[in-house]
């Protein structure tokens, strides 16, 4: 019987969409991420999703999958089009934007940035092909001041904290550390020494010292790498830990001297929370500063849930300024999705963000009903009125359905009092539409 | 002495962005818009920028340009990806939505919608190729509501309001009116009857008097139909001035019964802010019973900033279920832009969200300074801390140059009172970081 013009739309691989109530939590999710950045001063901006395909290549080669457009009936002889691209992260718009608009912009420029990026991935399971990414960024104009290493630190642990996503850490680092250090130690080829302390966490000191011996190190220089790696501390006590190496370099004391400073301005959060944490290098080799990592504690295979760090120039490939930074990103899309599969997103029976249901008694009631809710919602609260005169039964159905937490009934005779129920507590009680509040009376 | 290596950026036309402060400004619409939707109840949904092309052309040809997706790095072996386009409006998307999601979903299904959309328009001025569109709609399963029809008129008036564009109206109509009096005057083809009419507030009566006469009708038609369409109150009195018309049908009258409900029923909204005008016919032959568009009244021919009306059918091409709904959309990103070129958009000198910028009286006193920043802005206010200690007077051509509305002092010793200036007034006074109010005592 299936009509055979029907279409039968299915999911795309790596594009997620939320039903309503998963919805709702993002919507939370983002307004406090908004709400933390702003508190601490830092503008929005929003880039086109589009760029011309030579911004996105003009630091060279993108090694990631870009998604290039066309105009579906472009005519052959139309070449008036740039070859247009969707941006696959924020850092190359932000450079784009900095440069193009230098001259309006006020520097440091703080700015945070959270839109859809783009990746043209082979479609697979678990890798998102479209997500939100949450960027936040300060550029300086040949300096960025080290307070914001350490700001940046302090606003990501409030977001995460606020976020209800169980313990986690954010481990710091500098990268002038292991450079400095490997200079110590004369060594010349610092990947594959950067590969192996990378992965430390993941496949542990035995592990490490097996690739780092790979390299064809000596082993006492793996013995120094290793301890070096292992190096974790809540405070800057991390420093006599690597002066105990006895390894020195110029590198090195400029970057302990950072990351001890960043740490020291950090003392004011809470235990746990951060450490400075030696093994923490990133892979690109986009940093020369400062870099962050943050895991969950409860599954530190999930990988980062949000990093950064220092970079020396931003926008280089665009304009003729040195233009250093710092910046931290949360790839919101994959952390939801991962407290979504876990059941962690809290509260997912409400499926609107409609705080009283008012029912219609009857249709002639209508425009009673309707001043109800317009006193209601004119109070700040979110109120829908039942859209036609059916049986209260039916109303108070469709309210529990939405998992709308109170339903009104105004009296079906004038001088009769209203009534309001708690559909949590079963309680029903009379009320005021002038002067009843959430939590008060309910 | 240009680097060859740099690539200068350039704007690319119909993909706008905007300034900080702007940006700030279309924050607080989208703010203000999302606000509205809520406070009636109606959930948020986001569906993925991107659609199956079969999902997009599942009506047929469409008849606006679309940007289709090609991977960069595509191989040609690889036949895995369906092919994807970029959405060009909302309404396929939410039809796709609803039959995905039918059993999932709650009917009448009351949904808003704030994205992105892309049109692969050849590039001109003026016209945006990527844009924020703003789309509520109602979908019921079999039937919706009339209630529907006036709520979201009152949502858009609100909204409106809120949103200090100055004067405007929306006027709203209904298909059935003018079908049905075209069958009451014999009047077979009715698609140059409806375009002439639809043309009246632009071209006048004259003019449309011209092109109806070019579609070969009857004088006395003629004038009939332009007494009609120049028919426009503020209530129900409409139907008088159609019932003097002397036509009648069954069309007509349940057209006319609709629309005097749906005015009915916006009484509670302030005088001129709504009409009934029987002009209104929407291009679209999506429509089948009410519709709307709203004008300007400083620039009608600026055209509709916000449309809709109800249609009979959303998802027919996806599922096979009957679902009509009733829709209303602004095109932000087009007003918006309207009023920014038109010096409109209100306080364009704040380039931050910050409130307060703490002052750094000396490195040294890093520590205390951060603490007032923290005691404020835990108390919910937007707070810099100035990065670095600085001259004061640089601090304070920071705030300026940043349109920092409030500077804080705090003490250089400790026993001595904090200091706040407000910059607009220039007053100093003493304030105690837990009690300071903005508005009070500033």
């Known amino acids: 019987m299936t009509d055979p013009k029907i279409y039968k739309p299915r999911a795309v691989t790596g594009f997620p969409e939320w039903l309503p109530e998963v919805r709702r939590i993002e919507q939370q999710w983002m307004d406090h991420i908004r709400k933390v950045f702003e508190s601490y001063g830092f503008c929005s901006i929003e880039t086109p999703s589009i760029e011309e395909l030579d911004v996105l290549r003009a630091k060279g080669e993108v090694d990631k ?64 092909r479209e997500f939100y990414q949450c960027d936040i960024d300060v550029i300086g104009v040949d300096n960025v001041p080290l307070h914001f290493d350490s700001e940046l630190a302090a606003i990501m642990v409030d977001i995460l904290r606020g976020l209800d996503i169980g313990p986690f850490q954010m481990q710091i680092s500098n990268r002038k550390i292991l450079i400095g250090l490997c200079e110590g130690l004369g060594i010349s080829n610092i990947a594959p020494v950067t590969r192996a302390i990378d992965k430390i966490e993941k496949i542990g000191a035995e592990g490490t010292r097996q690739l780092l011996s790979e390299a064809h190190l000596p082993a006492q220089i793996i013995e120094t790498l290793i301890s070096f790696a292992q190096i974790k501390t809540e405070n800057e006590s991390f420093v006599e830990k690597v002066l105990a190496l006895g390894v020195s370099s110029p590198t090195l004391a400029e970057g302990i001297a950072e990351l001890a400073s960043v740490m020291a301005r950090l003392t004011h959060i809470e235990r746990g929370y951060v450490v400075a944490d030696l093994s923490i290098v990133r892979g690109l080799d986009y940093y020369t500063g400062t870099v962050y990592e943050t895991k969950l504690l409860e599954n530190r295979d999930f990988g980062s849930i949000c990093s950064g760090g220092r970079y020396d120039d931003l926008a280089g490939s665009y304009i003729n300024k040195h233009l250093p930074g710092v910046g931290i990103s949360i790839g919101l899309s994959r952390l939801f999705d991962y407290m979504r599969i876990n059941g962690k997103l809290g509260d997912l029976t409400r499926k609107s963000p409609t705080d009283i249901l008012v029912c219609l008694p009857s249709d002639e009631n209508r425009n009673a009903a309707a001043e109800v809710a317009k006193i209601l919602r004119d109070r700040g609260l979110n109120v829908e009125l039942y859209h036609s005169g059916q049986k209260i039964k039916k109303q108070m159905e469709y309210a529990v359905r939405k998992g709308i937490p109170f339903v009104w009934f105004p009296p079906f005779d004038v001088g009769q009092p209203h009534e309001v129920k708690n559909m949590k507590t079963g309680t029903q009680s009379t009320a005021d539409p002038k002067t009843w509040m959430i939590g008060k009376n309910s």
Do not use: C
């Open 65 to 128: 999958e870009i998604y290039v457009l066309e105009r579906l009936h472009k005519d052959d002889n139309d070449k008036s089009d740039a070859r247009l691209a969707l941006h696959f992260d924020q850092t190359v718009p932000l450079a784009r934007y900095v440069a193009q608009h230098f001259n309006e912009l006020d520097f440091p420029f703080k700015r945070y940035q959270m839109q859809r990026v783009w990746r043209g991935e082979r479609p697979q399971a678990g890798r998102f």
